[in-house]
């Protein structure tokens, strides 16, 4: 079990990341003033989830709490089934759908690619997906549970983020390289990013080439 998954069982929901996460991975909480129940206590509680590295009392109830190693939320994403309402045309930037379907067709063909060369499945070391552009993505996908509980997958809410994923994604794939380069050897980063990027398959809608 994750610690996002354990957080939310002390808590009685999803916290909701805050911040960028470029240099750590934070989330609010308001169950306290939700439940009606002393802050402390379930501050106490909190910092006892294996993999959280600091729990703050804020004003009004709140929680902010900060994990060790946010990579590891990517365990708890699976397949999902997000609207798709963009049209096909123009397949250019200027097309929020161009740029969705484009974010699942590059994950997807990530993962052909790291099978060819290979790039091994087992052996996610989720501590490795600590630059920038990969918290990028990591800090979108952490909005999932939160979202899912409201059970909504078709309004203009889910699209909106379906772009945010798939232009962070883009991002991290153009600036921080998923694959082997040249004679390079496969790593466990590679096996880190190649399984952050079957998250975004995972997520984003499209067909698996374009």
Known sequence: MTPEQRLAEVLGEAPAPEGTWEREAAYLSAAARRLGVPAAGLAARARAVEG?????????????????????????????????????????????????????????????????????????????????????????????????????RMGGAWSAYAVRLAMAYHDAYELAPVLPVGDEEPAPLHTARVRLARAVADVLPGPDRL
Not at 56 to 64: Q, W
Not at 94 to 103: L, T
Not at 108 to 113: D, N
Not at 114 to 142: N, Y
């Open 52 to 152: 959280v590295a600091a729990v703050e009392e804020r004003p009004n109830g709140f929680l902010r709490i900060v994990v060790e190693v946010p990579g590891r939320l990517v365990e708890t994403v699976g397949p999902l089934s997000l609207p798709d309402p963009w049209p096909d045309f123009p397949r250019t930037w200027d097309n929020p759908g161009f740029a969705v379907r484009y974010g699942h067709a590059r994950a997807v063909a990530v993962r052909r690619r790291a099978r060819d060369l290979g790039v091994p499945e087992e052996g996610f070391r989720a501590e490795l997906l600590g630059d920038p552009r990969d918290r990028a993505v990591l800090r979108v996908l952490a909005e999932l549970p939160g979202r899912l509980a409201k059970g909504d």
